[in-house]
Protein backbone atom coordinates (compact mmCIF):
# COMPACT_ATOMS: atom_id res chain seq x y z
CA UNK A 1 0.00 0.00 0.00
CA UNK A 2 2.06 3.96 -0.75
CA UNK A 3 1.38 6.07 1.59
CA UNK A 4 -0.79 8.36 -0.51
CA UNK A 5 -3.53 5.49 -0.53
CA UNK A 6 -2.72 5.07 3.61
CA UNK A 7 -2.79 9.24 4.12
CA UNK A 8 -6.12 8.88 2.08
CA UNK A 9 -7.48 6.40 4.43
CA UNK A 10 -6.45 7.87 7.43
CA UNK A 11 -8.11 10.95 6.14
CA UNK A 12 -11.51 8.61 5.68
CA UNK A 13 -11.10 7.55 8.79
CA UNK A 14 -9.88 10.37 10.79
CA UNK A 15 -12.92 12.52 9.96
CA UNK A 16 -15.70 9.56 9.85
CA UNK A 17 -14.72 9.37 13.64
CA UNK A 18 -14.81 12.72 14.38
CA UNK A 19 -18.30 13.19 12.87
CA UNK A 20 -19.77 10.55 14.73
CA UNK A 21 -17.48 10.13 17.78
CA UNK A 22 -19.65 12.66 20.00
CA UNK A 23 -23.14 10.86 19.29
CA UNK A 24 -21.61 7.38 19.72
CA UNK A 25 -20.40 8.04 23.05
CA UNK A 26 -23.77 9.13 24.52
CA UNK A 27 -25.06 5.81 22.56
CA UNK A 28 -22.33 3.95 24.61
CA UNK A 29 -23.09 5.65 27.81
CA UNK A 30 -26.50 5.14 27.71
CA UNK A 31 -26.55 1.76 26.34
CA UNK A 32 -24.97 0.80 29.00
CA UNK A 33 -27.62 0.86 31.59
CA UNK A 34 -29.71 -0.45 29.09
CA UNK A 35 -28.06 -4.09 28.81
CA UNK A 36 -29.53 -4.64 31.99
CA UNK A 37 -33.19 -2.62 31.28
CA UNK A 38 -34.82 -6.01 32.55
CA UNK A 39 -32.63 -6.70 35.73
CA UNK A 40 -33.73 -2.93 36.96
CA UNK A 41 -36.75 -3.67 35.67
CA UNK A 42 -37.60 -6.18 37.90
CA UNK A 43 -35.74 -4.31 40.63
CA UNK A 44 -37.88 -1.52 40.45
CA UNK A 45 -41.26 -2.34 39.03
CA UNK A 46 -42.08 -6.04 39.04
CA UNK A 47 -45.67 -6.30 40.19
CA UNK A 48 -47.18 -8.64 42.98
CA UNK A 49 -48.82 -11.50 41.41
CA UNK A 50 -50.86 -13.69 42.97
CA UNK A 51 -49.43 -17.17 43.20
CA UNK A 52 -52.47 -19.51 44.40
CA UNK A 53 -53.78 -19.68 40.60
CA UNK A 54 -55.36 -22.75 39.15
CA UNK A 55 -52.95 -24.62 36.17
CA UNK A 56 -53.41 -23.22 32.86
CA UNK A 57 -56.18 -20.26 34.25
CA UNK A 58 -56.35 -18.31 31.36
CA UNK A 59 -58.33 -14.21 31.76
CA UNK A 60 -60.94 -13.23 29.33
CA UNK A 61 -59.30 -10.79 27.08
CA UNK A 62 -62.43 -8.76 26.29
CA UNK A 63 -62.97 -7.97 30.00
CA UNK A 64 -58.87 -7.44 30.04
CA UNK A 65 -59.39 -4.72 27.07
CA UNK A 66 -63.15 -3.42 28.88
CA UNK A 67 -61.17 -2.76 31.99
CA UNK A 68 -58.72 -1.08 29.87
CA UNK A 69 -60.44 1.11 27.68
CA UNK A 70 -62.50 2.38 30.90
CA UNK A 71 -59.17 4.39 31.57
CA UNK A 72 -58.94 6.14 28.74
CA UNK A 73 -60.71 8.63 27.14
CA UNK A 74 -64.14 7.25 25.77
CA UNK A 75 -62.91 8.01 22.11
CA UNK A 76 -59.36 6.40 22.36
CA UNK A 77 -58.91 2.64 20.72
CA UNK A 78 -56.88 -0.37 21.36
CA UNK A 79 -54.04 -0.46 19.45
CA UNK A 80 -52.18 -4.00 21.07
CA UNK A 81 -52.39 -6.41 23.47
CA UNK A 82 -49.06 -8.06 24.78
CA UNK A 83 -47.75 -10.96 26.48
CA UNK A 84 -44.92 -10.83 29.09
CA UNK A 85 -41.81 -13.50 27.75
CA UNK A 86 -41.90 -14.51 31.60
CA UNK A 87 -43.82 -13.99 33.75
CA UNK A 88 -48.33 -13.79 33.41
CA UNK A 89 -48.69 -10.69 32.50
CA UNK A 90 -50.60 -8.72 29.64
CA UNK A 91 -49.55 -5.69 28.37
CA UNK A 92 -52.97 -3.36 26.98
CA UNK A 93 -51.97 -0.69 24.97
CA UNK A 94 -54.94 2.09 24.26
CA UNK A 95 -53.94 5.47 22.30
CA UNK A 96 -55.81 7.87 20.82
CA UNK A 97 -55.60 7.00 17.34
CA UNK A 98 -53.68 3.69 15.73
CA UNK A 99 -50.64 6.28 14.30
CA UNK A 100 -49.97 7.42 17.84
CA UNK A 101 -46.37 7.12 18.85
CA UNK A 102 -45.19 5.19 22.19
CA UNK A 103 -44.67 8.23 23.78
CA UNK A 104 -48.77 9.03 23.77
CA UNK A 105 -50.09 5.51 24.13
CA UNK A 106 -51.68 4.28 27.97
CA UNK A 107 -50.33 1.21 28.53
CA UNK A 108 -52.44 -1.05 31.65
CA UNK A 109 -51.10 -4.72 33.00
CA UNK A 110 -53.04 -7.41 34.34
CA UNK A 111 -52.57 -10.21 35.61
CA UNK A 112 -53.37 -12.58 31.78
CA UNK A 113 -54.43 -16.03 34.60
CA UNK A 114 -56.73 -13.91 36.42
CA UNK A 115 -57.79 -10.45 34.66
CA UNK A 116 -56.93 -8.43 37.63
CA UNK A 117 -55.31 -5.07 37.07
CA UNK A 118 -51.95 -4.61 38.42
CA UNK A 119 -50.44 -1.29 39.81
CA UNK A 120 -46.88 -1.45 37.97
CA UNK A 121 -45.72 2.17 36.82
CA UNK A 122 -46.49 2.30 32.39
CA UNK A 123 -43.38 1.17 30.55
CA UNK A 124 -43.19 4.17 28.53
CA UNK A 125 -42.22 6.82 31.54
CA UNK A 126 -39.80 6.64 33.76
CA UNK A 127 -35.92 6.98 34.06
CA UNK A 128 -34.94 4.09 31.89
CA UNK A 129 -37.72 5.09 29.11
CA UNK A 130 -35.85 8.29 28.98
CA UNK A 131 -32.85 6.74 28.35
CA UNK A 132 -34.06 4.27 26.24
CA UNK A 133 -35.79 7.16 23.91
CA UNK A 134 -32.90 8.86 23.98
CA UNK A 135 -30.53 5.84 23.13
CA UNK A 136 -32.93 5.19 20.14
CA UNK A 137 -33.87 8.50 18.47
CA UNK A 138 -32.41 11.75 20.63
CA UNK A 139 -35.47 12.07 21.70
CA UNK A 140 -36.59 13.55 18.21
CA UNK A 141 -38.78 11.08 17.22
CA UNK A 142 -38.54 9.32 13.53
CA UNK A 143 -35.95 12.15 11.90
CA UNK A 144 -33.40 11.26 15.27
CA UNK A 145 -33.97 7.81 14.03
CA UNK A 146 -32.62 8.18 10.91
CA UNK A 147 -30.09 10.90 11.76
CA UNK A 148 -28.32 7.74 14.39
CA UNK A 149 -28.56 5.47 11.17
CA UNK A 150 -26.57 7.88 9.32
CA UNK A 151 -24.23 8.18 12.33
CA UNK A 152 -24.32 4.38 12.27
CA UNK A 153 -22.79 4.47 8.25
CA UNK A 154 -20.22 6.66 9.39
CA UNK A 155 -19.37 4.41 12.30
CA UNK A 156 -18.88 1.43 9.54
CA UNK A 157 -17.22 3.65 7.72
CA UNK A 158 -14.77 4.53 10.82
CA UNK A 159 -14.16 0.63 11.50
CA UNK A 160 -13.34 -0.56 8.02
CA UNK A 161 -11.24 2.64 7.50
CA UNK A 162 -9.58 1.37 10.64
CA UNK A 163 -8.50 -1.93 10.12
CA UNK A 164 -6.71 -0.37 6.48
CA UNK A 165 -4.64 1.97 8.29
CA UNK A 166 -4.17 -0.10 10.99
CA UNK A 167 -3.05 -3.26 9.08
CA UNK A 168 0.18 -1.90 7.59
CA UNK A 169 1.79 -1.34 10.97
CA UNK A 170 1.06 -4.83 11.86
CA UNK A 171 3.63 -6.03 9.79
CA UNK A 172 6.49 -3.80 11.80
CA UNK A 173 5.46 -4.36 15.42
CA UNK A 174 3.55 -7.17 17.63
CA UNK A 175 -0.32 -7.07 17.52
CA UNK A 176 -1.33 -5.41 20.80
CA UNK A 177 2.01 -3.66 21.37
CA UNK A 178 2.17 -0.27 23.89
CA UNK A 179 4.51 1.66 23.50
CA UNK A 180 5.06 2.51 27.26
CA UNK A 181 8.51 4.41 27.41
CA UNK A 182 7.04 6.67 24.72
CA UNK A 183 5.29 9.84 25.79
CA UNK A 184 1.67 9.88 27.10
CA UNK A 185 0.00 10.70 23.54
CA UNK A 186 1.58 7.49 21.72
CA UNK A 187 0.66 5.60 25.00
CA UNK A 188 -3.09 6.31 24.20
CA UNK A 189 -2.66 5.94 20.99
CA UNK A 190 -1.64 2.60 21.08
CA UNK A 191 -4.22 1.72 23.70
CA UNK A 192 -6.40 3.28 21.25
CA UNK A 193 -5.63 0.89 18.23
CA UNK A 194 -5.00 -2.21 20.50
CA UNK A 195 -8.67 -1.90 22.17
CA UNK A 196 -10.42 -0.69 18.69
CA UNK A 197 -8.79 -3.86 16.84
CA UNK A 198 -9.59 -6.43 19.73
CA UNK A 199 -13.26 -5.15 19.96
CA UNK A 200 -13.91 -4.84 16.05
CA UNK A 201 -15.97 -7.96 15.97
CA UNK A 202 -18.65 -6.96 18.80
CA UNK A 203 -18.15 -2.98 17.50
CA UNK A 204 -19.45 -4.17 14.37
CA UNK A 205 -21.86 -6.62 14.98
CA UNK A 206 -23.86 -3.80 17.32
CA UNK A 207 -23.05 -1.31 14.94
CA UNK A 208 -24.79 -3.61 12.20
CA UNK A 209 -27.67 -3.90 14.21
CA UNK A 210 -27.89 -0.90 15.38
CA UNK A 211 -28.26 1.03 12.03
CA UNK A 212 -31.07 -2.15 11.49
CA UNK A 213 -32.79 -1.11 14.62
CA UNK A 214 -33.07 2.83 13.47
CA UNK A 215 -34.45 1.52 9.59
CA UNK A 216 -37.22 -0.25 11.72
CA UNK A 217 -39.62 2.46 10.05
CA UNK A 218 -38.77 2.02 6.60
CA UNK A 219 -38.79 -2.30 7.09
CA UNK A 220 -42.16 -1.82 8.32
CA UNK A 221 -43.51 0.11 4.94
CA UNK A 222 -42.25 -2.19 2.71
CA UNK A 223 -43.50 -5.30 4.82
CA UNK A 224 -47.00 -3.46 4.70
CA UNK A 225 -46.56 -2.74 1.28
CA UNK A 226 -45.36 -6.47 0.62
CA UNK A 227 -47.48 -9.13 2.75
CA UNK A 228 -50.43 -7.09 4.24
CA UNK A 229 -50.72 -5.74 0.75
CA UNK A 230 -51.48 -9.75 -0.36
CA UNK A 231 -54.01 -10.39 2.78
CA UNK A 232 -55.59 -6.88 1.97
CA UNK A 233 -56.20 -7.55 -1.84
CA UNK A 234 -59.26 -9.59 -1.51
CA UNK A 235 -61.01 -7.05 0.97
CA UNK A 236 -60.43 -3.44 -1.04
CA UNK A 237 -64.32 -3.09 -2.15
CA UNK A 238 -65.27 -3.43 1.67
CA UNK A 239 -65.56 -0.72 4.38
CA UNK A 240 -63.23 -1.52 7.22
CA UNK A 241 -65.42 -3.62 9.74
CA UNK A 242 -66.98 -1.43 13.40
CA UNK A 243 -68.05 -4.31 14.81
CA UNK A 244 -65.62 -6.67 15.67
CA UNK A 245 -64.87 -10.11 16.73
CA UNK A 246 -63.64 -10.93 20.78
CA UNK A 247 -59.89 -11.28 20.93
CA UNK A 248 -60.69 -14.09 22.80
CA UNK A 249 -62.88 -15.61 19.44
CA UNK A 250 -59.77 -14.43 17.31
CA UNK A 251 -57.12 -16.02 19.66
CA UNK A 252 -59.01 -19.76 19.08
CA UNK A 253 -58.79 -19.50 16.39
CA UNK A 254 -55.28 -19.30 16.41
CA UNK A 255 -54.71 -22.05 18.96
CA UNK A 256 -57.09 -24.66 17.39
CA UNK A 257 -54.69 -24.13 14.28
CA UNK A 258 -51.41 -24.30 16.23
CA UNK A 259 -52.26 -25.73 19.98
CA UNK A 260 -48.63 -25.11 21.34
CA UNK A 261 -48.65 -21.50 19.87
CA UNK A 262 -46.61 -19.16 22.34
CA UNK A 263 -48.58 -15.57 21.87
CA UNK A 264 -46.23 -13.00 21.73
CA UNK A 265 -48.67 -10.26 21.18
CA UNK A 266 -52.35 -9.46 18.99
CA UNK A 267 -52.28 -6.64 17.05
CA UNK A 268 -56.56 -4.77 16.59
CA UNK A 269 -57.18 -4.17 13.20
CA UNK A 270 -55.94 -0.90 11.54
CA UNK A 271 -53.09 -1.41 13.89
CA UNK A 272 -49.55 -0.55 12.27
CA UNK A 273 -49.08 -3.73 12.34
CA UNK A 274 -52.09 -5.52 11.06
CA UNK A 275 -54.73 -4.37 8.17
CA UNK A 276 -58.13 -2.89 8.51
CA UNK A 277 -59.61 -5.90 8.48
CA UNK A 278 -57.50 -8.47 10.53
CA UNK A 279 -56.18 -9.01 14.00
CA UNK A 280 -52.86 -10.29 13.58
CA UNK A 281 -51.83 -12.53 16.63
CA UNK A 282 -47.96 -12.96 16.67
CA UNK A 283 -46.35 -16.10 17.95
CA UNK A 284 -42.80 -16.66 19.36
CA UNK A 285 -40.45 -19.04 19.43
CA UNK A 286 -39.28 -20.73 23.04
CA UNK A 287 -35.42 -19.73 23.34
CA UNK A 288 -34.10 -16.69 23.87
CA UNK A 289 -32.83 -15.84 20.36
CA UNK A 290 -35.75 -17.40 18.46
CA UNK A 291 -38.34 -15.44 20.51
CA UNK A 292 -37.98 -12.79 18.46
CA UNK A 293 -38.35 -14.56 15.43
CA UNK A 294 -42.68 -14.01 15.10
CA UNK A 295 -44.33 -15.92 13.06
CA UNK A 296 -47.67 -14.50 11.84
CA UNK A 297 -51.23 -15.64 12.16
CA UNK A 298 -53.82 -13.18 10.49
CA UNK A 299 -57.86 -13.47 11.53
CA UNK A 300 -60.68 -12.33 10.12
CA UNK A 301 -61.75 -9.32 12.91
CA UNK A 302 -65.58 -9.92 11.87
CA UNK A 303 -65.73 -13.52 11.47
CA UNK A 304 -62.89 -14.72 13.52
CA UNK A 305 -61.65 -17.23 11.04
CA UNK A 306 -58.32 -17.92 10.78
CA UNK A 307 -57.10 -16.44 7.51
CA UNK A 308 -52.92 -17.73 7.16
CA UNK A 309 -50.28 -18.54 9.03
CA UNK A 310 -46.83 -16.86 7.96
CA UNK A 311 -43.25 -16.65 8.63
CA UNK A 312 -42.45 -12.82 8.62
CA UNK A 313 -40.07 -12.10 5.76
CA UNK A 314 -36.19 -12.34 5.43
CA UNK A 315 -35.68 -8.61 5.96
CA UNK A 316 -38.63 -8.55 9.37
CA UNK A 317 -36.70 -11.15 10.74
CA UNK A 318 -33.02 -9.27 10.57
CA UNK A 319 -34.86 -6.36 12.34
CA UNK A 320 -36.54 -9.16 15.32
CA UNK A 321 -32.76 -10.50 15.84
CA UNK A 322 -30.96 -7.68 15.56
CA UNK A 323 -32.70 -5.73 19.11
CA UNK A 324 -31.23 -8.60 21.06
CA UNK A 325 -27.95 -8.85 19.17
CA UNK A 326 -27.55 -5.25 19.57
CA UNK A 327 -28.18 -5.41 23.63
CA UNK A 328 -26.82 -8.80 24.04
CA UNK A 329 -30.09 -10.06 25.25
CA UNK A 330 -30.31 -13.45 24.56
CA UNK A 331 -27.52 -15.23 26.69
CA UNK A 332 -28.19 -14.75 30.43
CA UNK A 333 -26.53 -12.02 32.72
CA UNK A 334 -23.01 -13.90 32.09
CA UNK A 335 -23.76 -12.73 28.28
CA UNK A 336 -24.81 -9.08 29.54
CA UNK A 337 -21.88 -8.52 32.08
CA UNK A 338 -19.59 -9.46 28.60
CA UNK A 339 -21.71 -7.01 26.67
CA UNK A 340 -21.52 -4.67 29.14
CA UNK A 341 -17.62 -5.05 29.52
CA UNK A 342 -17.20 -4.48 25.47
CA UNK A 343 -19.25 -1.47 26.18
CA UNK A 344 -16.47 0.21 28.56
CA UNK A 345 -14.27 -0.79 25.82
CA UNK A 346 -15.68 1.17 23.31
CA UNK A 347 -16.29 4.27 25.51
CA UNK A 348 -12.44 3.75 25.95
CA UNK A 349 -12.19 3.79 22.26
CA UNK A 350 -14.15 6.60 21.52
CA UNK A 351 -12.85 8.67 24.54
CA UNK A 352 -9.34 8.11 23.47
CA UNK A 353 -9.34 8.88 19.69
CA UNK A 354 -10.94 12.59 21.12
CA UNK A 355 -8.25 13.16 23.10
CA UNK A 356 -5.87 12.11 20.41
CA UNK A 357 -7.70 14.69 18.03
CA UNK A 358 -7.41 17.34 21.22
CA UNK A 359 -4.01 16.62 21.32
CA UNK A 360 -2.92 17.04 17.26
CA UNK A 361 0.14 18.31 16.85
CA UNK A 362 1.29 19.75 13.71
CA UNK A 363 1.84 17.53 10.28
CA UNK A 364 5.86 18.74 11.01
CA UNK A 365 6.36 16.01 13.54
CA UNK A 366 4.11 13.13 12.09
CA UNK A 367 6.59 10.29 11.00
CA UNK A 368 6.24 8.27 8.36
CA UNK A 369 3.56 5.94 9.48
CA UNK A 370 5.45 2.19 8.33
CA UNK A 371 8.19 3.41 10.93
CA UNK A 372 7.29 1.24 14.59
CA UNK A 373 9.17 4.33 16.17
CA UNK A 374 7.17 6.92 14.95
CA UNK A 375 3.31 7.15 15.94
CA UNK A 376 1.02 4.37 15.11
CA UNK A 377 -0.84 4.64 11.44
CA UNK A 378 -4.23 5.59 13.38
CA UNK A 379 -2.99 8.89 14.56
CA UNK A 380 -4.62 11.77 13.40
CA UNK A 381 -2.39 13.07 10.63
CA UNK A 382 -3.83 17.37 10.24
Same mark, same amino acid.
Given at each position: ?13 ? =? ?35 ? $? ?48 ? $? ?11 ? !? ?8 ? *? ?22 ? !? ?51 ? =? ?19 ? =? ?15 ? %? ?49 ? *? ?26 ? +? ?14 ? +? ?19 ? +? ?14 ? %?????? +?????
Amino acid at each position: MTQRTIRNWNFIHK =WTSLICTVFLLLLCVTGLPLIFHHEIDELTRAPELTQ $EVPTGARANLKDIVTQAKAEAPEEWVIMFIAWDDEKPIIQVIVAPNMQAT $ESEVIIVAFDSRT !GKRLEVPPSN *EGVMYFLLDLHASLLMGLPGMFFL !GFMGVLFMVSLVSGVVVYAPFMRKIAFGTVRKTRSTRIKWLDTHNMVGIVTLG =WLTVVGFTGFIITMSTPIQMI =WRADQMAELTADYHDLT %PPTQLATPDAALASVLAEVPDAKIAFISWPGSPLSTPYHYLVAMSGDTPLT *ERLIQMAVVDATTAELTDVRDTPWYVKG +LFLSVPLHFGDYGGLL +LKIIWALLDIAAIIVLGSGVY +LWLGRRSPSRIKTLND %PTAPLA +LEPAE
